[in-house]
């Protein structure tokens, strides 16, 4: 069980900018596939986006494409979720999860991860 720890949500308004980070402390993440999940009130968890960890090829969905970006910081063992041009309907807890799989086929469900954060708060809102 990897355990990971997200950080970087709060309170930002329509059009602004934040950036989540998952870290670990007791293994490395390049070693995993790692994917981020998001759950707003009355929803299902949707999977939004995942950095593969054989090649790092990145995976968005349609409905955050151009704004959000995944991408790994090796050398600080993290993950981050850059969110841009953020709107309401992002407003949602995000979760960072880990898998040992290959690559990130069929993330979306979240089936294959194996590992899960506590999960960070995004609220954009004017």
């Known amino acids: 069980q990897v355990q990971l720890v997200e950080s970087g949500g709060g309170l930002v308004q329509p059009g602004g900018s934040l950036r989540l980070s998952c870290a670990a402390s007791?293994?490395?993440?390049?070693?995993?596939?790692i994917g981020w999940f998001r759950q707003a009130p009355g929803k299902e968890r949707e999977g939004v986006s995942c950095?593969?960890?054989?090649?790092?090829?990145?995976y968005v969905r349609d409905s955050v494409k151009g704004r959000f970006t995944i991408a790994r910081d090796n050398a600080k063992n993290s993950v981050y979720l850059q969110m841009d041009s953020l709107k309401p309907e992002d407003t949602a807890v995000y979760y960072c999860?880990?898998?040992?799989?290959?690559?990130?086929?069929?993330?979306?469900?979240?089936?294959?991860?194996?590992?899960w954060g506590q999960g960070t708060q995004v609220t954009v809102s004017s």
């Open positions: 007791t293994v490395t993440l390049g070693d995993y596939t």
């Open positions: 950095i593969s960890r054989t090649n790092s090829n990145t």
């Open positions: 999860a880990a898998t040992m799989y290959s690559y990130c086929t069929n993330y979306v469900s979240g089936a294959i991860f194996t590992s």
